[in-house]
């Protein structure tokens, strides 16, 4: 009686061919998002002209370039900021202790504000901030 065994070089075929197939499209397939670092400056204190930066606080508090607004007026208020704007970029300054959904609601936001360009910017904020 013969021992009838499984011929494998065909299989050892495809799966080089597949291997090879996929070494070629995964770099192709990468997608990620662009990102611009900022430049630093010695003075913290100093933000330059025209800057709009929205911060996010612990208690979910909002200020736009330290002006206080309520959660639901938010919209509004920066589509009126950024109508008449050409440089519609903004910086998010957000509590690093906050879950990202809250970062992610205030970005939407702002996405519908008709904001292009956005920055995120962690940061523990102390208690007397």
Do not use: H, W
Not at 21 to 28: A, D, G, N
Not at 29 to 49: F, H, M, R, W, Y
Not at 70 to 87: C, E, F, G, P, T
Not at 105 to 120: C, N, P, S
């Amino acid at each position: 009686m013969a021992k009838a065994e499984p011929n494998v070089v065909p299989l050892c075929d495809v799966l080089l061919v597949l291997l090879i197939i996929f070494m070629v499209i995964t770099p192709m397939v990468q997608k990620g998002i662009d990102v611009k670092l900022p430049e630093t400056t010695q003075d913290t204190s100093a933000t330059p002209q025209g800057l709009i930066v929205l911060t996010l606080k612990k208690d979910l508090s909002v200020l736009i370039n330290q002006e206080a607004i309520q959660l639901n007026m938010l919209q509004d208020r920066l589509r009126s900021i950024y109508q008449a704007r050409s440089d519609k970029t903004i910086f998010i300054r957000a509590d690093a202790k906050l879950p990202f959904s809250r970062v992610i609601d205030i970005i939407d936001i702002a996405k519908g504000a008709g904001v292009e360009v956005l920055g995120i910017i962690p940061e523990y904020f102390t208690e007397e901030e």
